[in-house]
């Protein structure tokens, strides 16, 4: 399975046109907009097959968007029945890393589109919601350098949702039903699907007929109807169909808002592995510079193949309702459970067994470091489920999370320095996207170095899991284990696609010596890392029990390179 090496997010919009925003005003900032090719095509199902329309491609106006300001443009003829626009947008000629963004005129959000990568040609296709009130433009932004963006693929969604069978899976096992009318030049399916009637949570995966890859879509919550609008590549010898699995219970699925995007729309320039911006050594100022020395592991099996986390099965769910709270939240109630919230503030626990999901948690802006959530009174059980993390207003002190007794699951976190801070035990990361990473030249909590940014930083603890999880975009390391506060023991990272940093899992053991229990396991890894092939680099006095590690895309075996 391949990966690009800086993954960009689209955030989702809510029901009630909550979607996330970044307002990054840091450095000079300039973009030029080319949008081209305009098209509609209609939803196709089996039950019902309205009939599709295609309009001719058509040239848009091009514009510059000033330093740190916004310039508008217009759709050209959006149909009236419009739910969405879909659009691929690729930026180049950008000097340093830049976060574009976008805002479909009327009452739509400003909507953070992707981070462009510095001097590489950087790629995304996007979703946005058109509002009702919509005025037919949209306006574009860059934070923080000028850069060259041509847009193409446009397609318009109308808000008739098709309906496909309705069907149910069995536990274990798995159901087909046919996506009814499929143009000929079709390459994508989008469509929503929910749950019902599941008595345990059960993992969602579906596949399109052919040789589509069988893809993660969502988990089922025990008795509660689940919905996820999801976009499935169809293959070229797909035969029509589309097959769903449920993992634990068994489940009915029913299939709305069909919809068909053609391959000769969607052409975005190929983003080449980018060059990571310079970054602090992998390692404390005593740490000499590693030499590489390949450790013993195990004969290669097979390479890990199951769909990662990434913008369509982390953070909220789509069509959440979403209720705002401002300014910051002390949760002192054991047993809370938060749903459903965009909190515009920092979140601090201060009670047992409190329960985050289907939430937004956007912080505010600070002067001094501080986490958008924090657990450092180390109270037990803290569940961040289906959540989105990420500053409203980017800043070198800004953080994701301090503390310990945590799991995340399913959650979408970006555009911060460090993601995870762990400073005690019992944390557990899965099937979650950490991406992004926030790096300043010139940062101020590093006496004006260059940030030292980590995805997840180890400082003290034990029985830490990070599973299953995609880790990308940082500068120092998906993965920093430092023990800064005391020992760290039983480390498990298995299942995860890790990369980029200088390298990207780095394990010093300072003055606490040998760490205990490190296990990485069925991974694969970019090479978009500051040393070349640095997957993970540790001291050689720490044994790591280590198998089925592996490079994309030519699946070659994982070394480890030896540090002090």
Not at 9 to 23: C, P, V, Y
Not at 160 to 178: D, N, P, R, Y
Not at 435 to 464: A, C, E, F, M, R
Request: charged fraction near 15%; charge should be neutral.
């Amino acid at each position: 399975m391949s990966f690009n090496a800086k993954r960009s997010t689209i955030r989702r919009a809510s029901a009630t046109s909550t979607s996330s925003s970044i307002n990054r005003a840091v450095l000079r900032a300039a973009a030029i907009i080319a949008i081209a090719g305009v098209g509609i095509f209609a939803a196709a199902g089996a039950q019902a097959s309205p009939s599709m329309v295609v309009t001719s491609a058509t040239s848009l106006q091009t514009t510059v968007v000033k330093t740190g300001s916004s310039a508008t443009i217009s759709l050209g003829t959006v149909p009236a029945d419009t739910k969405y626009v879909t659009l691929t947008v690729t930026g180049t000629g950008q000097w340093q890393d830049t976060d574009v963004s976008a805002a479909v005129g009327g009452s739509g959000a400003k909507t953070f589109l992707m981070t462009a990568v510095a001097n590489q040609p950087t790629a995304k296709t996007v979703r946005l919601e058109v509002p009702a009130d919509s005025d037919g433009n949209i306006t574009f932004s860059s934070s923080r350098a000028s850069i060259n963006i041509a847009t193409t693929g446009v397609t318009f969604t109308p808000a008739v949702a098709t309906s496909l069978q309705t069907t149910v899976v069995k536990t274990g096992s798995s159901a087909t039903i046919s996506l009814g009318t499929v143009p000929a030049d079709t390459k994508y399916v989008t469509l929503t699907v929910t749950g019902t009637g599941q008595w345990q949570d059960t993992d969602v995966s579906a596949a399109v007929g052919g040789s589509g890859a069988k893809t993660f879509l969502m988990t089922a919550v025990a008795n509660q109807p689940t919905a996820k609008t999801v976009r499935l590549e169809v293959p070229a010898d797909s035969d029509g169909n589309i097959t769903f699995s449920s993992s634990r219970a068994s489940i009915n699925i029913a299939t709305t808002g069909v919809t068909f995007t053609p391959g000769t729309t969607v052409t975005p320039t190929p983003t080449p592995a980018p060059t990571p911006t310079p970054a602090p050594a992998p390692t404390s100022t005593s740490t000499p510079a590693p030499a590489p020395t390949p450790a013993p592991e195990p004969e290669p099996t097979v390479a890990p193949t199951a769909a990662m986390p990434g913008d369509s099965n982390t953070g909220v769910p789509a069509g959440t309702a979403l209720t705002v709270r401002n300014g910051d939240w002390e949760i002192t109630t054991p047993g809370a459970v938060i749903d459903g919230m965009d909190i515009r503030g920092m979140v601090k626990i201060s009670a047992p067994n409190v329960t985050i999901k289907n939430s937004i948690i956007r912080g505010r802006p600070v002067t001094h470091p501080q986490a958008l959530l924090s657990n450092m009174g180390d109270y037990a059980n803290l569940n961040v489920t289906d959540t989105e993390m990420f500053p409203s207003e980017a800043s070198p002190n800004v953080q994701g999370f301090y503390g310990s007794n945590a799991t995340f699951t399913r959650v979408n976190m970006h555009g911060i320095v460090d993601g995870v801070h762990i400073t005690g035990s019992n944390v557990t990361v899965q099937k979650s996207w950490i991406h992004d990473n926030l790096h300043y030249l010139v940062d101020p909590n590093q006496g004006g170095k260059p940030s030292h940014d980590d995805t997840i930083q180890i400082q003290v603890g034990d029985n830490i899991r990070i599973l299953g999880n995609t880790l990308t975009g940082s500068h120092s390391a998906a993965v920093m284990i430092t023990q800064d506060r005391g020992k760290v023991s039983n480390f498990t990272f298995s299942n995860n696609f890790a990369d980029d940093g200088a390298c990207t899992i780095n394990i010093a053991e300072k003055t606490y010596g040998p760490l205990s229990g490190v296990k990485i396991t069925d991974n694969t890894f970019g090479r978009n890392t500051k040393l070349a092939d640095c997957a993970i680099i540790n001291a050689p006095t720490t044994p790591i029990d280590l198998a089925r590690n592996y490079y994309v895309p030519d699946n070659t075996l994982v070394t480890v390179k030896r540090g002090a």
